[in-house]
């Protein structure tokens, strides 16, 4: 199964617990983007989030909104 | 002599017990010898927070590259410094005062003769003063 496709399942049925298993997971926690990443999704920074996704495209020489809108189709998401 | 029952594990004289690898040890440095920097592409540099060292064949300069919490890749620049030996000193280096640049010895110097002109002009307006109040007391000592 894709990993994103079903890290969007766990996080639709119970992001709490998605959350508290991403903040116990020792590789979240020693990596710092992903820590932040974990604290905007907390927080509700979706800015801060989609300003890190447009960072990683960049830094990858891809294009965000492309990206944007390949995931949207394979997530079903119109 | 009493028999010493060992059970069924044989270990031969001499065997080397297997080590255990601790499996969060670090299995090397990652990173590599560039011809420039612009080789280094995002895939390069490991995801998990760590720094990797990327060494200019010409070893005139090592970048650490690590992913930011933002999103980012961050260099962190590291050049070489030669120590200077007496015998390396060319004969068309200048050296200063107290081994410093001469160039920046000759700005230093210029500032002091600057200061101990000012210096010298204003003791002479107040030798000047002082003769003129000395002749006057003279003259008039009431």
Do not use: H
């Amino acid at each position: 199964m894709n990993p994103l496709l079903s890290m969007y399942q766990a996080l639709s049925k119970n992001p709490q617990q998605f959350m508290k298993n991403m903040a116990n997971n020792n590789m979240i926690t020693g990596n710092p983007m992903a820590m932040n990443t974990l604290k905007m999704m907390q927080n509700g920074d979706a800015k801060g989030l989609e300003q890190m996704a447009r960072n990683l495209c960049k830094e990858r020489g891809v294009d965000a909104d492309q990206m944007l809108e390949q995931m949207k189709r394979q997530l079903g998401i119109n | 002599m009493p028999y010493m029952n060992y059970g069924n594990y044989y270990q031969p004289y001499g065997a080397v017990q297997p080590q255990i690898q601790n499996q969060f040890s670090q299995p090397g440095i990652a990173g590599r010898v560039v011809n420039d920097f612009s080789e280094v592409v995002a895939n390069d540099v490991p995801m998990n927070g760590t720094y990797a060292f990327f060494v200019k064949n010409d070893m005139s300069e090592i970048q650490a590259r690590a992913w930011s919490a933002d999103g980012k890749i961050v260099p962190v620049v590291f050049k070489p410094y030669f120590a200077q030996q007496p015998n390396n000193v060319t004969t068309e280096q200048k050296q200063g005062l107290f081994g410093a640049d001469s160039d920046l010895t000759d700005t230093f110097m210029k500032r002091f003769d600057d200061i101990q002109a000012r210096l010298e002009s204003i003791e002479d307006i107040f030798s000047k003063q002082t003769t003129v109040s000395r002749r006057k007391k003279e003259v008039d000592p009431e």
